[in-house]
């Protein structure tokens, strides 16, 4: 370091904060020593410190004033910096000089060849003399040539040799012309070849050499196979000149001593792309890493043996590490070649990887650029049941644009994945020599627990498990996820116990089963390794036994909401004797030592159909829902005795000792069934189960009558029988099918008014046990508008969902039907909360959106917002475009056209739990926020309007004119639209030029450079900008503005 120089510059900062922690240090070190000292040395002590402070402190308020004229410090110390490097070139070239002068001196003396004179002198002959000096002064003249035969001859020479050359099989095409022989691999390289003469042991010449990645033919053919930064990687690793000059170099060294010239060459070329391309793929993978995986992965270049090699790793937490033997006296693969080839590139010693190397073996029909290697290898059962696996998810491209990391690093997970779902389940299923059961697709087998199971794979990274005596609507999906490298466990069933099970299950896959590497100098196969061998196979069993009691539990509280008695814990062993068929239920009733009882209740799910109307009545109960008419047939109950038989195999110890019906059926003839009395039990179980389900919402009106306390009035309508007796359901018009009509006034401790007068609440339940409230309102708090083709509006979500509409006299009307959710809230409840959170103000921002939609109606309607719905739960306002007269031709914003509406709902979002009004519009609107937020904050709707008619039509335009047709030289997506205000729109291109939209009133627009413009836009220079109207600001932007930015 130059002592004359000054020091760099300190940041202020940094100062401060030091002197800070020095004086908070001193103030530290006086209070702890302080009442260790004597007090008459207590002041003394203390001013010192604080004159010490001071004294820091005002160092530093001196040097931040004087810091002040540090550019001309800077300034002198670049000159004294420049006068010293003056200085040293001076003393630099006079020593130069110097030397130069001494070497002149030297060149002056006479060298004599003393040996060359003697020759000459005594011996008469001068060896050195070149013969060309035979010619200096009479040149010979060289014979007339004919091109053309002179060509041709070469042509048949050079064909000639081709035939007795060694042809290499990459070569995919291989031109004789003009004397050169043009050969190359599609997609990796070319060559161009000539002889030194005519004569048969004439030595191949190499011409030029050039790959695929700087040719422009091949660059325009092959540049849509990579990706745009692919791309830029590619182009940025390409050969240049000087590499190509030195393959030349090489290529012809080993033309002049190989007996195969082309396939040597060939050879050298193919080693140089390989190289070439993994040098690509190492770049695309640092991307990766630094983007989107930036844990868990890595990719390692290594050079080994003179070739190069990429390894691509992942995984590095779910593997465990390979352990040697233990047994004295025995060795592993691994260890034999560890001694036998203690130089060999070595695996990662964690994680599983997949290697890309060049193509070492001698077959050449290998296809693709390089070769590869799994790390662990996959099982080869499993190659055995997906042959197409490794080839589709590891294709090697041939050509050097088609290379992707992404693609072999998913492809190797890919892989790796169906292995460990693989080696899963063998772990988990009886692995049996004979031919496996196949039902509907799906292969049956057996647990290592003893369970029948059905299995079924839609990919080879998923598996999916149920028992055969569950309804399989609800399986154990075991998959692996490949980002995170760990088994996950998934069941449709919602059930906390069935949660908490395959919680549990994942809790073991995670932390007991690990991929077991078989070394770090052989692929091995892969495998998987259990810390325990049985508590995966039971968790599994587990989870499998209490999807069937969920089902059993499911199919019993389906069947027209019939109370449930829950299988407790100590009951857990029982289940696995129930069970659910597709059309059948079997219930324990006894269980014995030797012997279990079975109560089977069968469902006719396709009853019979006949035209008589009085024996469809009688036959079947008849009610009308969402989907059309269902039917069901009665339930047929039997016996069913099953023995265990411990003397028989585990996997079938029971048979069937007898299955009685009950009742008994009879029948006459073939064709015709007897009357019976039990037909009536299904028509009594649902009319049982509908009284039961309006007995329930009858119970949530009276808790909301008493919650609010308010006077409940009942009214009872008719229900209808059939000519025999049997209960008939037939669901009508909602004023002619209700049971019974409950209606209550408003609760008085919530106020609705001005705007919305709620005068009482009416609630009717229907036999399909849904529920319709309607709120009667004094008079509607502004027009109602419905959409064109319906007058309703719908409204739902999340739980208690209901559908609600706005009638034309005011009242609002919410129909909810019933369904099995648990912890489902009252509708009257949420029906008042809806009023009080989401009709008030809705209502109030009509009554001001109508207002201000009548003053602000204008005779020609150019831009005019008008109110396509409005109800208390939904604003829709429209825009049209320009009329014909005024739109160009490729405007194409007609008057009769609705370019957008804008939509106004009231919802509860995060940062508004009170709710707020939410905006949204189609197409999209690139101020759409700051007119959200105003509307929130303000409350103003003729804001909202007239931002609305200045922005919409224009916005509308911008949009078609970005996304026109342009030439080459424009390129769309790098326009990007930056909102500044309401009113405000900055329009960037590339990040070199910007200008700034303003919508001004009157149909104005204001178009302007902006500040922060790297480069001025030529027609937006002029002070205050461009002053355009509606109907000639998209003719400038697309042919003047757009054009302007891109060329810049």
Known sequence: MNPLLPPGPADLKELTSRCIDRSYDSLYNLTTSLPNTASEERRGVALKQLQDTHAVFKKLLVLTRWSVQSPLADKCAELLQEAQTFQDQANETNDRLYFLHRDLDRAKERQYDLTTAIDVLYGGTYTRLPRVINYAMHPREFPPVDEETSIAELDAVLRFRLIEETIPDKFTHIDVHEGFVTAGASGEFEMVFTVDGTKPDSLWLVASVQTVLTDPVAQATFKHLASTSSLRIIQSNA????????????????????????????????????????????????????????????????????????????????????????????????????????????????????????????????????????????????????????????????????????????????????????????????????DQDYDDGAELRWLTTGERVRVTRSSPRNMRLARVDSSGRAPLEVSWDMRTGRFGAFCLAQASSIAAAVAHLETLLHTTVKVQLPGVTVAGEFALVFASNDDVAAAVAAVLRLVVAFELEAFASGCANLPVVRVRDRHAAAVDAAGVASDAVFVELVRGKDATVYLVVELDTIPEVTLDKARKRRRRCRRRDSDGLFSLGPPAFSILHVVDEPHRPSASSSSVRCLERLPTPGYVGTKKRKRRDVPSLSALLLDMAAVGRQRAQWHLLDAFATKYNVLLTTTSTWSTTTDDGSVELASSTPSTSSLWTVSCPFPDRLHTAPHVDVHRLEARVFPDSSVEVTVHVGSSPFAYISPQGSSSGGRGGGRGSFVATALPTGDLVYRRRWTNQKFQLPLMDVVVANVMLHVKPMAELGHRLERTLLSSLNADGVGQIYAERADPFKFTLACRGLPRCQSSSQSLLICDDVIMRVHVEHKVMHQYPRGAFVLTTAPSHALLPFLQDALNTHKSTAQLVEVLERTAVPLVMLSRALTAAYPAAVVPSNFVLVPRSQTHLRLTYADRCAVDVVFLADQKINVRSAPSSLVPVPSCAMPGGLLLDHASFYDTVRRSLVPEMAAL
């Open 239 to 434: 050969p240049t000149d000087v590499h190509y000059m030195q393959l030349k170099i090489l290529i012809q060294k080993r033309l002049n001593q190989s007996a195969t010239p082309l396939l040597d060459a060939c050879n050298i070329m193919s080693d140089f792309c390989c190289s070439l391309a993994l040098r690509i793929l190492h770049a695309q993978g640092q991307l990766l890493v630094d983007t989107r995986w930036p844990h868990g992965v890595s990719f390692l270049h290594q050079d080994h043996n003179d070739a190069a090699t990429l390894d691509i790793v992942y995984w590095t937490d779910a593997t465990a590490p390979y352990v040697a033997a233990s047994t004295p006296g025995t060795f592993s693969l691994e260890e034999m070649r560890n001694r036998m080839h203690p130089d060999a590139l070595r695996y990662p010693a964690a994680g599983c990887c997949v290697r890309l190397q060049p193509n070492t073996t001698n077959d050449k029909t290998a296809a693709g650029l390089f070769s590869l290697q799994l790390f662990p290898a996959p099982p080869s059962m499993l190659l055995q049941r997906y042959p197409a696996l490794v080839p589709e998810a590891l294709a090697v491209p041939t050509n050097l644009y088609g290379l992707s990391a992404d693609h072999f690093l998913l492809g190797a997970m890919d892989v790796h994945a169906a292995s460990a779902l693989f080696c899963l389940e063998q772990h988990l299923l009886v692995q049996t020599n004979t």
